[in-house]
Nanobody, 123 residues
């Protein structure tokens, strides 16, 4: 397993941007699928985006397509989520997760989780 620490959350106005970072420790980062999930108050945790170990494949939830971009830098053991055109409904705690399974998009497939970072979008 890898240990994950998110950063970059905060308060932003509608239409603004934020870049989340997920710093990983552990030698297996480069072989893991990385993903971002989010959980809003009173709602279940939901998949946002994922990226394969080589960055050759990315997947996005429909509600973020065209607005969010997931990326990774294996040399820095870091994954990123660039969030543009933010909406109030994007307000949630965002979690970084790692999985040894290729193409994972389901939370139970991810064995390592960060503590989460709060993103708040004001209207």
């Amino acid at each position: 397993q890898v240990q994950l620490v998110e950063s970059g959350g905060g308060l932003v106005q509608t239409g603004g941007s934020l870049r989340l970072s997920c710093a990983a420790s552990g030698r297996t980062f480069s072989s893991n699928t990385m993903a971002w999930f989010r959980q809003a108050p009173g709602k279940e945790r939901e998949f946002v985006a994922s990226i394969s170990w080589s960055a050759s494949s990315t997947y996005y939830a429909d509600f973020v397509k065209g607005r969010f971009t997931i990326s990774r830098d294996n040399a820095k053991n870091t994954a990123y989520l660039q969030m543009n055109s933010l909406k109030p409904e994007d307000t949630a705690v965002y979690y970084c997760a790692a999985s040894v399974q290729y193409g994972s998009r389901s939370a139970p497939d991810f064995g390592s989780w960060g503590q989460g970072t709060q993103v708040t979008v004001s209207s």
